[in-house]
């Protein structure tokens, strides 16, 4: 059965933010609900059928803790989203791990953001082969489609859309003000990971980088998809809050578990 595991879900920043003595800061620091490590996912077959190969979407400053948390020793693939650190700072110590195991890590991404990655981290060649996801791959049994989504402030991202079996899903972290040509891939999914870094935003749009809840909740009633979590949340967003979200949006949690393929979730419409 393949399943998709929460490895991180919080912004840029991480929750506690380094400077910040908020209530979510302070809950985080001292219990640990609200402590959310930079977003990604690990997508794992685990049914030895070899279509099943593990994978991980990007790979943050916290991936090495990260992979401790879960008791990974090694996740040889990669896909990326997009080439900001938050997304990208765990790459080195990545190259690392596959220069001492002795093979080769294979990362996937967009063409443009292979060539950003490998103007920051020119070394990492040696260890890692650089493979375009723009003419769509096949991964660990899924067809995988990137497409360029609206970034806001901060440019472009990518997001992933996965089709296998009739089940489809997509991973959309960083994205706001998607116009319809973005949304199009996004129809009719049966599970959406999209990025919502505060509740309700209240910073002048044109300074903005990812959708609030205010806002996805608008796109989702318009996407009529099956199952919604929400990743990618600030010190904004407390998850002992009760927010009244529309039915079929989960706010994720760290370690938390979907299953993909196996259940045809119930439609919001
Ligand atoms: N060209 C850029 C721009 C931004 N960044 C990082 O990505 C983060 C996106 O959210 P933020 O809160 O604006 O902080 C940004 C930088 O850490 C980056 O790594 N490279």
Redesign the pocket.
């Known amino acids: 059965m393949n399943q998709l595991t929460f490895l991180g879900t919080g ?3 991480g929750v506690p933010r380094v400077y910040c003595d908020c209530d979510v800061c302070t809950e985080a620091r001292l219990m640990g609900e609200n402590k959310r490590k930079r977003s990604s996912v690990l997508i794992d077959g685990g049914d030895g059928d070899g279509t099943s190969e593990q994978f991980m979407i990007d790979c943050g400053p916290d991936w090495r803790s990260q992979m401790e948390d879960q008791g990974l020793r090694m996740v040889h693939t990669l896909l990326i989203t997009h080439a ?3 997304h990208i700072g765990g790459l080195p110590e990545w190259a690392d791990a596959c220069r001492w195991l002795g093979v080769k890590g294979r990362l996937y991404a967009p063409r443009e953001v292979i060539a950003t990655i490998q103007g920051q981290f020119p070394w990492l060649g040696r260890h890692v082969d650089f493979l375009e996801t723009d003419g769509g791959i096949e991964l660990g049994g899924w067809k995988v489609h990137s497409w360029k989504v609206c970034h806001g402030h ?1 440019g472009y991202s990518y997001a992933y859309r996965l089709d296998q079996g009739g089940y489809s899903w997509a991973y959309c972290s960083d994205a706001i003000d998607l116009k319809t040509s973005e949304k199009e891939p996004l129809h009719g999914l049966d599970m959406l990971v999209l990025g919502t870094s505060f509740v309700h935003e209240l910073a002048e749009f044109s300074t903005r ?1 990812v959708y609030d809840m205010r806002e996805a909740q608008e796109l989702l009633r318009e996407l009529k998809l099956g199952h919604t979590y929400f990743t990618h949340m600030s010190h904004d967003v407390d998850v002992r809050q009760n927010y009244n979200l529309d039915q079929g949006i989960t706010i994720a949690l760290t370690g938390m578990k979907v299953p993909l393929g196996t259940l045809k979730l119930e439609m919001n419409a």
Do not use: L, V
């Open positions: 912004d840029a920043m900001h650190f938050d901060n980088s």
